[in-house]
Nanobody, 118 residues
Framework: EAQLAESGGGSVQAGGSLKLSCTSS????????MAWFRQAPGKQREGVAG???????YHAAPVKGRFMISRDDAKNELYLQMNSLKPEDSGVYYC????????????WGQGTQVTVSS
């Protein structure tokens, strides 16, 4: 298992930015299909962005144009740059190893809280 760990969450005002990071202490993420998910209170976990090597990155409609997924394999880190944040972006954000081209996750991090106030 990848044993992923997220960081970078926090509280910001609407319109602000945060950059989330995800790393694994026990395995390399290089070449792995990775994704960011989020879960708001009372809602199901949803896929936000996917980075599947060999294909273009994918961003879900609610975040497209505001969020950007990227990775640095040399640092063994996955990122989610979040700009123009909205209150509805609040929730716990998770990174995961996923099946390529899908949201089927095999390893999860513990999550990092993002709170956006209006």
């Amino acid at each position: 298992e990848a044993q992923l760990a997220e960081s970078g969450g926090g509280s910001v005002q609407a319109g602000g930015s945060l950059k989330l990071s995800c790393t694994s202490s026990v395995s390399s993420i290089a070449g792995k299909c990775m994704a960011w998910f989020r879960q708001a209170p009372g809602k199901q976990r949803e896929g936000v962005a996917g980075d599947w090597p060999g294909t273009d990155t994918y961003h879900a409609a609610p975040v497209k144009g505001r969020f950007m997924i990227s990775r640095d394999d040399a640092k063994n880190e996955l990122y989610l740059q979040m700009n123009s944040l909205k209150p509805e972006d609040s929730g716990v954000y998770y990174c995961a190893v996923v099946g390529c081209g899908s949201w089927a996750a095999s390893s999860w991090g513990q999550g990092t809280q993002v709170t956006v106030s209006s």
